[in-house]
């Protein structure tokens, strides 16, 4: 077999100094525009998609959905795939070998920016298969004497429904609660435990608020009780420093395009020592250890580990970078605006991740008139009604403010410049929802509306 060794281009595409990479993204025209004077940057550049006409491709702050691709990344999964196009499971040939190597290149790059060992890294489809395989997995092969679960009410909802499908299993899931700050009270994670707990999951950080949970303590807590503990870290690896054994994980979700990576593209990573067991969600030729059968997408697991080398390096420089964009957020819209709540802890938080809460705004109508940025909401649509999102319900926040929030995600290539357009149009637009709000003008002439007794006609 090849000696696992990067080839020459892709070394090059990677060691590009942070510098040469453009932080402002060649898809946002309102990023290009944002420190020049907009109201008629946009008249030839306007776009109609599903009924709704805006004045340029949007500034992007919405990356805890995805990240774009670093260029560096792409130059390095565009050189494999024109030169490393064999079948990583070809063992007979050079085409095969090359491929095989670039993959177990892309395993040392992941199991190094966790502190694993690469043959504790098994390649999958992206977090969501990953969750799928940890939860269920764990529990079928130790279903003969494990039939508790423990989890959270603001886990991601593949694992919320992975554990929903348990109990039609007849398996029992504990849903803990989380404080007003979205941390788990650890007090009441041990009191969970019971002898027959096969499994706790909980998110290292919220993909919704952002706040990062005591991983340490809870590995502890999993350790004294000799209960598997897993983790959707989605959202954590290459933005946090991670370390699967100072946290006594068992299992840890993981995604590519959280990264700046690829789609399409995840990991599980699976203890070795001691050992933990589960059953493959599918069957097949065995591939990745018995745990992941299909053939290994070479191209993107390449991307995958080379985003994983990136984060690695310059985790401290994105984290400072990031960290001075949100205080620059948060403070130029608490200047112009009252009635603004950050959703979850601000102490133990990912910086890049920030939920906020309009007061006497409805969080749907403020997001349909910031058309020029692309944020999510804390709401959700159902088919049958508007529902405020579960995670900010299970904080404790009022259903009038869960309904207001909005999530603005900050990455490597977001800029200044469109920090201050944000905060610009944020700004305008609450201000305009606001002066039609007959509550915001009760409240102005100092009415307290939450002891109104409201009748209905």
Known sequence: ??????????????????????????????????????????????ILMKGVRISGRPLYLDMQAT???????????????????????????????????????????????????????IFMSGATEANNTAVKGVMHFYRDTKKHVITTQTEHKCVLDSCRHLQQEGFEVTYLP????????????????????????????????????????????????NVPFHTDAAQAIGKIPVDVKKWNIALMSMSGHKIYGPKGVGALFVRRRPRIRLEPLMNGGGQERGLRSGTASTQQILGFGAACELAMREMEYDEKWIKGLQERLLNGVREKLDGVVVNGSMESRYSGNLNLSFAYVEGESLLMGLKEVAVSSGSACTSASLEPSYVLRALGVDEDMAHTSIRFGIGRFTTKEEIDKAVELTVRQVVKLREMSPLYEMVKEGIDIKNIQWSQH
């Open 178 to 225: 989380v404080k007003t700050d979205g941390l788990v009270d650890l007090e009441m994670l041990r009191e969970a435990i019971r002898p027959d707990t096969g499994l706790v999951s909980i998110m290292a950080v919220n993909n919704e608020i952002g706040v990062i949970q005591p991983m340490e303590e809870i590995g502890m807590i999993c350790k004294e009780h």
């Open 67 to 121: 990240t774009p691709i670093d260029p560096r990344v792409f130059d390095a999964m565009n050189d494999s795939g024109i030169n490393e196009y064999g079948n990583p499971h070809s063992r007979t040939h050079l085409y095969g070998w090359e491929a095989e190597n670039a993959v177990e290149v892309a395993r040392i790059q992941v199991a190094k920016l966790i502190g694993a060992s690469p043959k504790e890294i």
């Open 1 to 46: 077999m090849a000696s696992k060794v990067i080839s020459s281009t892709i070394r090059r595409a990677l060691s590009k100094p942070h510098g040469a990479v453009s932080r402002r993204h060649h898809l946002s025209t309102v990023a290009a525009a944002a420190a020049a004077d907009t109201s008629t940057a946009y008249e030839d550049e306007s």
